[in-house]
């Protein structure tokens, strides 16, 4: 399975700034997912970054708030933008595995708004 | 959509059998996973379920009826480091995005 290498791992960030989290798998991938998991909550999937094309936002989320970049097939970042306290989460990609091999995650970022 | 529910905790005894079920209601399926996720850390895959039936891999097993929507994660011979959360997840049938349940926290004890 696919090897990923997220960053930062956390980040303490003030209101109303912005910060980047950047995503490279270890092999080409035609898919990323980008995950939000508040506190004590399950994974909630933000978007799924298409290489070439535009991201595919889910209910509820948005491309200004979260842009998302894809330059090629093995590298993706999400930019959480404007943020509030209520951005304080774990942020995490994932990409899709081989046949009956599950999704691989990132490491996960932590981030902190203050 | 989806909707996906399992229990919120479960506890256990080191040693034990607990089974997890997971319960789920879809538009569209190709595919159950279940995953591990101990706290502070990114969830590992455990299991995949496409057809019905068991599948078993060492002391974890799972097994899917897809005519029930319904699905259990098994895990025997419990250890202490099995207590993490359990996350219960339905790949979307026509896309490969992945809807998760609010996961299952095991706590075992000695």
């Known amino acids: 399975s696919a090897v990923i290498s997220q960053k930062p791992s956390r980040d303490i960030c003030q209101r109303g700034t912005s910060l980047t989290i950047q995503c490279q798998v270890d092999?080409?991938?035609?898919?990323m997912f980008w995950y939000r998991q508040q506190p004590g909550q399950s994974l909630t999937l933000i978007a799924t970054?298409?290489?070439?094309?535009?991201?595919?936002?889910e209910s509820g989320f948005v491309i200004d708030k979260f842009p998302i970049s894809r330059p090629n097939l093995t590298f993706s970042t999400l930019t959480v933008s404007n943020m509030s306290p209520e951005d304080s989460s774990i942020y995490l990609c994932?990409?899709?595995?081989?046949?009956?091999?599950?999704?691989?995650f990132g490491s996960g970022t932590r981030l902190t708004v203050v | 959509g989806q909707n996906i529910d399992q229990p919120t905790e479960m506890t256990a005894t080191e040693g034990a059998i607990v089974q997890i079920n997971c319960t789920y209601q879809?538009?569209?399926?190709?595919?159950l996973f279940w995953y591990q996720q101990h706290a502070g850390e990114a969830p590992t895959f455990l299991s995949y379920?496409?057809?019905?039936g068991l599948e078993e891999k060492g002391r974890f097993s799972s097994f899917l009826s897809r005519s029930k929507g319904y699905s259990y994660l098994l895990l025997k011979e419990l250890q202490m480091k099995d207590s993490a959360s359990y996350l219960c997840?339905?790949?979307?049938?026509?896309?490969?995005?992945?809807?998760f349940g609010k996961g299952t926290m095991l706590l075992v004890s000695p």
């Open positions: 379920n496409v057809l019905d």
């Open positions: 092999s080409q991938v035609t898919m």
């Open positions: 879809t538009s569209g399926f190709n595919g």
């Open positions: 970054a298409n290489q070439g094309s535009e991201a595919t936002y």
């Open positions: 997840a339905v790949r979307n049938s026509g896309y490969s995005t992945l809807t």
């Open positions: 994932s990409v899709p595995g081989q046949g009956v091999y599950g999704y691989t």
